[in-house]
């Protein structure tokens, strides 16, 4: 269970080819996996985690949003609201807060059109892995928009969080305090020497890096003065000399002039600082470990945590060698791994789409599903980040997940009354996909094996085979219809 030896060539087959592709991306089609089950596990995860080859999705970029919707009002302006609230002038002020309705309302849509944009390119995307990541360093550094009101801003941190997707994170982490989302998000625009603002020191420590019990107070009120400063002017990030201060700090046992960058030095230079990162990954590729650091390390995940976080730090926390290292282990594809993980409304709705090759039908539709399922993309409920795993299950959010599923297999759910745009679903083609190369005579047999991560009950086979004895010669609603009635089995609900 705890072993990170490579896996076995010979064991490297459908049901490991179908896990790597939910874990490190958002699940793939028959012919994906059996793709990489030709290719061998070894070249299969060097694809994968490759995501800076050109494998045909572009990249984001700059002009791709508008920048200047959300603009401060300049000196002129600034001039004429302080008068008009001195004469009390109404007339005057409407004007001005009909600016700022009309240049809220347009960031909203623009926010609407971002979030439409993401799903897509999670959807389409050739670098599965990159968008992953992305979606992982969104939870991991959560920023919400409901805070920064700028979506530009956010759309800037997307792209921050795709360009180190696998990279390094000690980059990362020093483009994060940099960041005018984040800045923003944490208050560190107002954080000046004689006021030091001490929220961006603390979650930098607390939920970016360390952990709770890895710093003292006095840490975050010294790694605060060092923040002191930065700030942004429009979408680029701004120092201010003037409102920085320039003595000398300790922190975590270092003494210095540290500026926000040496502060990130120091965090970087913490052994605690791997291995907090470790969990995380640990959490959101393999299985949920207790939150609680005494219970965590009695479990064997953590000797797993261990052995990543000491190859993280042999190589100056490249991310690359570490998930290459993973994703090869015997430990990532043992049972007590695969199928036990809940998906999150995003893997839900993308690995639904991506794998059962169903119509993306209206972007609008998913987004709300997603989000009454608890992930608003842009939108984490806090600093937190989304808790994940068990929270994702209540009954509102599994009646949700049932019949979103069904809105895309059929156009059609008792949730959604709007249908689906786009073409009618071929359910066969995609049974014969799953039958092809198989010894499987059963449609229902097959469509099971292709959409359960674990194997199926021979109750389950039985159960769907009661319905369509002539499993074998189906017609396209009675596809439909058993594709749907697998898709609401607990088990579809894990990866």
Not at 79 to 100: I, K, P, T
Request: glycine share 6%; hydrophobic share 40%; charged share 20%.
């Amino acid at each position: 269970m705890t072993s990170m030896r490579p896996l076995d060539a010979d064991h490297f087959g459908t049901p490991q080819a179908r896990h790597l592709l939910w874990r490190a991306g958002f699940g793939g089609t028959a012919q994906q996996i059996r793709q990489l089950v030709s290719w061998g596990l070894e070249h299969a995860v060097a694809q994968l985690v490759n995501v800076g080859a050109d494998h045909g999705s572009p990249k984001p970029g700059v002009n791709d949003f508008s920048g200047d919707i959300v603009t401060p009002l300049d000196t002129n302006q600034r001039m004429q609201l302080r008068v008009a609230r001195q004469n009390q002038n109404e007339e005057s002020l409407a004007q001005f807060r009909a600016r700022r309705q009309k240049i809220q309302r347009r960031d909203r849509q623009q926010i609407k059109a971002m979030q439409r944009w993401w799903l897509t390119r999670m959807i389409e995307t050739t670098r599965p892995l990159e968008e992953k990541m992305t979606l992982f360093w969104h939870g991991h550094f959560a920023t919400s928009y409901r805070t920064t009101e700028n979506s530009y801003h956010m759309y800037m941190q997307n792209q921050l969080f795709r360009e180190h997707a696998a990279g390094n994170i000690a980059s990362l982490l020093h483009g994060i305090v940099h960041d005018p989302a984040m800045l923003k998000y944490l208050n560190n625009h107002q954080n000046r020497r004689q006021s030091p603002n001490e929220n961006l020191a603390r979650e930098l420590m607390e939920l970016f890096s360390l952990g709770t019990g890895a710093y003292r107070e006095q840490d975050i009120k010294e790694g605060a003065r060092a923040l002191t400063g930065y700030t942004f002017a429009g979408n680029a990030y701004r120092f201010n000399a003037q409102s920085h201060d320039a003595g000398q700090k300790r922190i975590l046992g270092q003494t210095g002039a540290f500026d926000g960058d040496g502060f990130v030095n120091i965090i970087l230079n913490q052994h605690a600082c791997a291995n907090y990162v470790c969990t995380k990954l640990y959490r959101f590729f393999v299985a949920d470990v207790p939150d609680d650091s005494d219970e965590l390390h009695r479990t064997d995940a953590w000797n797993v945590i261990q052995h990543m976080a000491r190859t993280m730090r042999a190589n100056r926390y490249a991310m690359a060698p570490v998930l290459e290292e993973l994703f090869l282990s015997e430990h990532f594809f043992a049972a007590q791994v695969m199928g036990q993980r809940i998906k999150s409304p995003v893997e839900l709705v993308v690995g639904a789409v991506r794998s059962l090759e169903t119509p993306a039908r209206n972007l609008n539709v998913l987004i709300e599903a997603m989000d009454m399922m608890g992930q608003d993309l842009f939108f984490p409920p806090n600093v937190a980040g989304w808790p994940g795993e068990r929270a994702w299950i209540n009954t509102s959010t599994l009646f949700t997940r049932h019949n979103i599923l069904s809105y895309l297999l059929t156009g059609q759910s008792s949730l959604i009354r709007r249908r689906g745009a786009g073409s009618e679903y071929d359910a066969l083609a995609l049974i014969r996909a799953v039958q092809e190369g198989t010894d499987d005579d059963s449609a229902a047999h097959a469509a099971l094996r292709f959409m359960l991560i674990s194997a199926p009950r021979e109750a389950q086979v039985k159960q769907i085979e009661a319905l369509y004895d002539k499993a074998a010669a189906l017609t396209h609603q009675q596809g439909r219809a058993m594709l749907t009635l697998i898709a609401a089995m607990p088990e579809y609900q894990l990866c």
